[in-house]
């Protein structure tokens, strides 16, 4: 059974990755093409991981009838969490929105982790540096927004560095309560977190990648790129 300490680290990949997206949107010149076609690749890891890494391997341990279930639980609840969020920030503008939707995602990305490593640890750092590739143009997203906004740099800043708290939150809680439960536990709170997880790869990401220039041939690549990426990284680390 993995450590609390492997969690922990493996749980700050995810918002390294969104805050290195942060710092890189605030040292290069913004470009809405490359900022769409990063998004769209980042859409293609997030579809991979879901559909070589979490759906298979759940498939082999619970019922097509579980699988179906949770991974809609895991949905439903994203579509919960971001109704919640658009009430919230009523009135205080589209980027606090755009913030605590990566934040939320972000909580999901940790809930992958926990569950995910209370499955196995290889699991574990096979989801986290998945995390950490699509996490990247996210970042970078949601930091140009607040720079187009005009958002103090010291602010932007601090909001780069708080990414990390999600991640790490959701990855404890998720590995705490799952760790000695049976595997049938384990595996449908992966695939509810998987739901939630790809779900939010369609409502932000795409949209977010619509909303910064119309898509071409090179978008539909891009997916394709970065769903091929992780394809091989997986094959890499797990053989």
Do not use: C
Request: hydrophobic letters at 55%; glycine letters at 10%; proline letters at 4%.
């Amino acid at each position: 059974m993995p450590e609390l300490s492997t969690v922990l680290l493996l749980a700050l990949l995810p918002g390294v990755g969104v805050a290195a997206g942060g710092l890189i949107a605030e040292l290069a010149p913004s470009s809405k093409k490359w900022l769409n076609w990063s998004l769209h690749a980042a859409a293609g890891i997030v579809i991979a991981i879901a559909a070589i890494e979490v759906l298979p391997e759940a498939l082999e341990t619970v019922s097509r009838w579980t699988v179906g279930i949770a991974f809609a639980i895991g949905g439903l609840g994203y579509l919960a969490a971001q109704l919640s969020i658009e009430k919230r920030t009523e009135g205080s503008g589209r980027v606090w929105m755009i913030y605590l939707a990566a934040a939320t995602d972000l909580f999901g990305d940790g809930l992958l982790i926990g569950a995910g490593t209370a499955v196995s640890a290889d699991l574990g750092i096979t989801l986290a540096i998945g995390q950490i590739m699509a996490n990247i143009p996210e970042g970078f997203a949601s930091l140009s927004t607040f720079r187009a906004n005009d958002t103090p740099r010291p602010t932007r800043l601090w909001l780069t560095a708080a990414f990390i708290v999600p991640a790490v939150v959701a990855a404890v809680i998720g590995f705490l309560v799952l760790r000695t439960r049976p595997e049938s536990w384990q595996y449908s709170a992966l695939t509810a977190a998987a739901g939630l997880y790809t779900v939010a790869a369609f409502e932000d990401i795409i949209h977010e990648a619509h909303e910064t220039t119309s898509d071409n041939r090179r978008s539909t690549l891009a997916l394709i790129a970065g769903f091929t990426l992780f394809v091989f990284t997986s094959a890499l680390l797990r053989g």
